[in-house]
């Protein structure tokens, strides 16, 4: 009747350490989708700072795209026609190179971007992190003579 009994207790305290060992798993999976999230994030804001700083003179004309243009289709379009910065891919060690696409911006029926006249750039860049499940699509709006800028995170 004993050996019954301690039989019942070993089982139901593996039991009991197997689901700690599947939450702690689970624990170190997420911890470690986060941290490549993080470093995708980190690495498109590297290539944003990288394109303001060398690479605006090689800005495209604006292409209009369907209103609410998705982080997916911004993805599937920087991966066929953004330009691969690979030194960061090396600094960062990624996956792959962040993808960078400079548009010029101005006003509807204005050919130059001349005194008095609002222009600007939108960069969107594309990171992957460590993995090719972490992604991530930075845009950044920069208005000419205006140190501010507007960038958002797509989804």
Not at 10 to 39: C, D, F, K, M, P
Not at 50 to 74: C, H, K, N, T, Y
Not at 93 to 103: D, F, K, T, V
Not at 111 to 118: I, K, L, Y
Request: contains cysteine; proline residues 3%.
């Amino acid at each position: 009747m004993a050996v019954i009994a301690v039989l019942g207790v070993l089982l139901a305290s593996s039991a009991l350490t197997l689901a700690g060992l599947e939450r702690s798993l689970l624990g170190e999976r997420l911890s470690v989708n986060y941290t490549h999230q993080l470093i995708a994030t980190e690495a498109a804001e590297a290539a944003l700072r990288l394109a303001q700083a060398q690479m605006l003179d090689q800005a495209q004309e604006w292409i209009p795209r369907p209103v609410g243009f998705s982080a997916r289709q911004w993805r599937g379009w920087l991966a066929q026609n953004g330009v691969a910065l690979r030194s960061l891919r090396d600094r960062h060690n990624l996956l792959q190179a962040p993808r960078i696409h400079i548009e010029r911006l101005r006003p509807a029926n204005t050919t130059s971007c001349g005194a008095g006249t609002r222009c600007g750039h939108r960069l969107t860049a594309l990171a992957y992190g460590r993995s090719k499940q972490t992604w991530v699509v930075i845009q950044v709006v920069l208005i000419d003579a205006d140190e501010s800028r507007l960038w958002r995170k797509l989804r």
